[in-house]
């Protein structure tokens, strides 16, 4: 710092920043790529003046000094600018000269993110690497009594029920007296999560829409996506693709006005809708999309004017109480399409969510239960939220799925479970684990991102700026200069990928369990953990 | 892996007809229990056929509580059999009392009452005795129901037949049903040893039911009393075609839609798809996934035998008009009915289900493609 310098409390050196910019002078080409890259100014060219003191053998002269000047790149230390980790610069670097390097034990940073009053806001999830479901192991293997299925050659039925199932002596009551019956969509347990046309660019939402089309069409797996809160680009409403979306309302209702102009013009019903009362990584806040991404498509389909905040209320506005809110909501949707489409609300984890689930018990017209757990991602939200708020799913995915069998409806609502699946990279495992806990299908919105789009994320708070709309590779940005970055064909093609290689490993850990036939849902004695007190809690076995 | 022997006579057989034919087969069991379901009996009880029989293992206390017991509902001891031990108590057989089956006079009430009433009633009776004697240890018991004895003991077929005298024309039979065990620790739970039975429902299976939790934590909250016990994997079994039968009013031949479903693609052509489809959505937690044979019999006489999705244990049935079985290997078949003909064996494949009559004239094959009766 200079000299003349005021020192202010949150004046900050590099070492006070988590990401610490690495960059090489005799590598260096001086090409300038990594600053026009960094998608928060972080870097910038630094012009450096340097001493050098020429001094002979013993002082036979006096010495003298001599200056020069050479240019590089300077890390800004305002926390506003501070490095995010994301490593653009070095992935553009030729000659690999730059590169942000982690240093967790550098945390001024974190007491200085708060200036103005504004408390800290970002994108992306809980930064915690902890993960109950990766210590969950696959522990009943029928091999050592029986012959063990092959996961290659043997036949699997992997596929899952979405919406109201009727017990079965009503179910075929129904049958012979010709009665309506629940819309029930027989589905792939995989689905991806609630990723808004808004928060996600246009090109990943039509990569993302191509990929789930081609698993559909040409691979005939039946796997659904959710719109989240956003509504849908009209021309995909009005598509035989529809079939392929569960259609997101949530409590700002946007881009409800286009999807009901175009019910008329419809030609499939959409596989369900999805009405969305809480969010797994910020309970209690609604959905928020900051002004930097709205502009003139996202303000048409959403209804709004261009450039404005679109925060959703906290709450569904018609709500007087939980019962009541979710009865009359999954009436009027379902009423919508003539009572032909499941229609399911969407919480966060909580305490408190038997209570939901008792309620939708009794509702013959609830088609299922999504839970969303704390380790969701978001685009947007308060750092607090964030970290702190929120329920682990595996504990309030097993107490639902419990209290379901004492009701005897464990067949009959359909418990969707997400947040947190595959955060460490292990989609396949922790799907199963929480498949064998009791949910009918898992959601998961960042894996997929990280996996078919590239994203950068990860739990050591490395990018997170989904919500201002700098996304480094386009999956989060609404500026065509960013997110022309990011070829729909290919996420197609990474989607595809993601869903074939969890396809087998799914098998792989099923076939050992001697389970093929039906998707082992609630099969509790194949899981095992080396935690007693969560062996316990999940009524799971303890082994060491 | 246990071995399963059934036999389905015109005329009553000595059980030691089946015990003969699992000692056969002793390669593939360990000896170490059998089971024995007993129905359509010949002797003095085929006399009796309406008064129900409890069969069971009672300690001297047991005994006691059970005449006390029976006496406050008003039933009346009709005939008594007991099974003296007629060698020594053989090498890790435990010594657990009197084992015995006694049919009663019921009730006047209960006489007069429906016949499904009568048959709840001795559901629960025999319900209340179990849980009755797991308090002390002193009463086990296995069924009550008319014409049907049930023996169970650990230790080899042969020899526990033998210990019992178990070729006693008393419990001659027409419909036989015989396990021996595999793998069974001296110190089991005899409610876990096959065949289970409920209400006049019996069947016993080899192999393991990898399924099992999520199938019996569904049974249990059926919210009927007969859906417990559970100490075997296999007992989900009897249940789920007790389930099918008597609440979903379907016959034999649809268990197997029930159990190991069409797949969607073979379902696409199916006469009866709309049925199957609503079968397979609605009873999706009752879905087994093997391996497994099962063989099994029903109130009216009907034995049955199927396999797994993908047919992972072996099963054949065989025999001539009057005399059929239903075993897990043929040699327990050719020790059993050594003059029929045994290319007309039927070694039945992965879809199908496999009926023997009670008139025991010739072997039924429903395949799962096939149309279905309609639901009575």
Redesign the interface.
Same mark, same amino acid.
């Given at each position: 710092m200079q000299s003349t310098a005021v020192i202010t409390p949150s004046t900050l050196s590099v070492v006070d920043l988590p990401w610490q910019i690495e960059w090489n002078k005799d590598t260096c080409t001086l090409c300038g790529r990594c600053t026009s890259v960094c998608p928060v100014n972080a870097i910038e060219l630094g012009v450096f003046r340097k001493r050098t003191v020429e001094a002979t053998i013993a002082l036979q002269k006096k010495p003298t000094n001599s200056y020069s000047i050479y240019y590089g790149i300077r890390q800004r230390t305002d926390p506003a600018y501070r490095c995010i980790g994301c490593g653009m610069c070095n992935m553009v670097c030729p000659n690999n000269a730059i590169a942000p390097r982690l240093r967790p034990e550098a945390t001024t940073l974190k007491f200085h993110n708060n200036r103005g009053g504004s408390a800290r806001t970002r994108g992306g999830r809980r930064n915690d690497t902890g993960s109950l479901l990766d210590q969950i192991k696959f522990i009943?293997i029928?091999m050592l009594?029986?012959?063990a +299925?092959d996961a290659g050659r043997?036949?699997f039925?992997l596929r899952t029920?979405l919406g109201r199932?009727?017990?079965?002596?009503?179910?075929?009551a129904a +049958?012979r007296d010709n009665a309506w019956v629940p819309a029930?969509r027989?589905i792939y347990p995989l689905m991806i999560g609630s990723m808004s046309f808004g928060a996600l660019s246009p090109n990943m939402w039509e990569g993302l829409v191509m990929g789930v089309t081609y698993l559909n069409e040409e691979l005939h797996m039946p796997v659904r996506m959710c719109t989240g809160e956003g509504g849908c680009p009209p021309r995909l409403l009005r598509s035989r693709f529809l079939k392929y979306m569960v259609l997101q309302i949530a409590s700002g209702y946007f881009g409800w006005d286009e999807i009901i102009k175009a019910l008329p013009d419809m030609k499939e019903d959409p596989c369900a809708i999805e009405i969305k009362y809480g969010q797994g990584a910020k309970p209690g806040d609604g959905g928020l999309l900051m002004w930097y991404k709205v502009n003139k498509l996202i303000a048409a389909i959403r209804g709004v004017p261009q450039g404005v905040s679109l925060p959703s209320p906290p709450t569904h506005q018609t709500k007087y109480s939980i019962e009541e809110a979710v009865a009359k909501m999954i009436q009027s949707m379902s009423m919508a399409w003539g009572f032909r489409v499941p229609v399911y609300p969407k919480i966060s984890g909580t305490t408190s969510s038997t209570a939901v689930l008792n309620n939708l018990v009794r509702n013959p017209y609830a088609a299922g239960l999504a839970i969303d757990g704390e380790d969701g991602g978001t685009g947007a939200a308060y750092n607090v939220s964030m970290n702190h708020m929120g329920h682990p799913i595996a504990t309030n995915l097993r107490d639902c799925y419990e209290n379901l069998?004492?009701?005897?409806k464990?067949?009959e609502i359909p418990l969707i479970a997400g947040g947190g699946i595959g955060k460490n990279g292990n989609l396949a495992a922790n799907a199963a684990a929480l498949i064998m806990l009791g949910a009918s299908a898992v959601q998961s919105g960042k894996y997929i991102m990280q996996a078919a789009a590239g994203c950068l994320g990860s739990e050591h708070d490395r990018c997170n700026v989904c919500n201002i709309g700098v996304c480094p590779k386009g999956i989060t940005s609404q500026d065509p200069r960013v997110y022309r970055r990011l070829d729909p064909e290919l996420v197609a093609e990474r989607l595809v990928d993601v869903f074939l290689s969890f396809d087998t490993e799914l098998r792989k850990i099923v076939a050992p369990?001697?389970?093929?036939?039906?998707l082992?849902?609630?099969?509790?004695?194949a899981l095992g953990i080396g935690d007693y007190h969560a062996a316990e809690r999940l009524k799971i076995k303890y082994v060491v | 892996m246990c071995r399963l022997f059934a036999l389905s006579s015109r005329d009553p057989v000595s059980p030691m007809r089946a015990i003969e034919a699992l000692n056969v087969m002793k390669e593939g069991h360990d000896g170490s229990g059998v089971g024995l379901f007993l129905h359509d009996l010949g002797g003095p009880f085929g006399d009796m056929k309406g008064a129900p029989i409890l069969s069971g293992i009672f300690t001297d206390e047991g005994l006691k509580r059970l005449d006390a017991f029976m006496d406050e509902r008003g039933f009346v001891t009709k005939a008594t059999l007991v099974l003296d031990p007629k060698t020594p108590t053989p090498v890790g057989t435990p010594v657990r009392g009197t084992y015995m089956a006694r049919a009663y006079e019921i009730p006047a009430d209960l006489k007069a009452a429906s016949k499904a009433e009568r048959e709840m009633t001795y559901m629960s009776i025999r319900v209340t005795l179990r849980l009755l004697g797991e308090e002390r240890d002193d009463i086990r018991v296995f069924s009550f129901w008319p014409d049907t004895i049930m023996v169970k003991e650990v230790g080899d077929p042969m020899t526990v037949a033998e210990y019992l005298g178990l070729d006693r024309p008393e419990l001659y039979a027409r419909r036989i049903l015989s396990q021996g065990r595999q793998n069974t620790n001296y110190a089991i739970n005899l409610y876990a040893c096959h065949p289970f039975f409920l209400q006049g429902v019996c069947t016993m299976t080899n192999g393991e039911n990898t399924a099992f939790i999520p199938i019996k934590e569904y049974l249990l909250s059926r919210g009927f009393k007969g859906y417990m016990g559970y100490q075997s994997d296999s007992e989900v079994f009897a249940h789920i075609m007790h389930f099918t039968r008597n609440r979903l009013g379907l016959g034999v031949e649809y268990y197997k839609h029930v159990i190991t479903p069409l797949s969607d693609a073979e379902m696409e052509g199916h006469p009866d798809r709309a049925m199957l489809a609503r079968i397979k959505q609605t009873c999706r937690k009752l879905i087994i996934d093997g391996p497994n044979c099962v063989i099994g019999c029903l109130p009216e006489g009907d034995m049955f035998m199927v396999h797994d999705r993908k047919k992972l244990r072996p099963g054949v049935v065989g025999g001539h008009d009057g005399i059929f079985a239903f075993s897990s290997e043929i040699c327990g078949l050719d020790a059993a009915i050594p003059d029929r003909d045994p290319h007309t064996d039927v070694q039945p494949m992965h879809l199908d289900t496999v009926i023997v009559r009670p008139e025991c004239q010739e072997v039924t094959v429903c395949n799962q493609l096939q149309s279905l009766p309609r639901p009575h």
């Open positions: 009943r029928s009594t029986d012959p +299925l043997h036949e039925e029920l199932i009727q017990p079965p002596e009503e179910g075929l +049958l029930v027989e069998c004492i009701a005897g464990q067949n369990l001697g389970r093929s036939t039906s082992p849902i609630g099969m509790s004695d | -």
